[in-house]
């Protein structure tokens, strides 16, 4: 697999038409390849926007309601330029066992000006 982070964007009204896998598994697969979602929802009413909420904020991605041409056009421009402009920050765990246990991580910044798309966790390498 080829390093570095990987980013979906997905265009979707939120309502699941038969998935294979679900919403969980999805997360998990995501957080395991070190993928970024991002989904743009297409929906006036209906759609299942806290499942896709949970899915952008799970991965450090997020979530924008489009509901017309141009709203579509500018949230695209967003993503590209979030997905140009990203920082990689590490640190050293406390936990070293490598036993592919999820592990929660929270970034806080002290400039409330600012904020910081980030996963919510990662799984331990396993051995």
Known sequence: MKAGRKAIVVLTDAEDNGSRVSEL???????RTD???HILL?????????????????TGG???VVRNERNLEQAF???SEELRSQYTIGYSPTNKAHDGTY????VELKNK?????TRRGYYAPSE
Not at 42 to 58: L, N, R, W
Not at 103 to 106: D, E, F, G, L, Q
């Open 62 to 64: 997020r979530m924008i």
């Open 42 to 58: 297409v929906a006036q009413d209906g759609g299942d926007q806290y499942g896709a909420k949970k899915m952008t904020d799970e």
């Open 35 to 37: 993928t970024v979602i």
């Open 113 to 117: 000006d600012y904020s910081a798309l």
């Open 77 to 79: 421009d967003e993503i």
């Open 25 to 31: 598994e999805a997360i998990e697969t995501a957080q």
């Open 103 to 106: 592990r929660k991580v929270k």
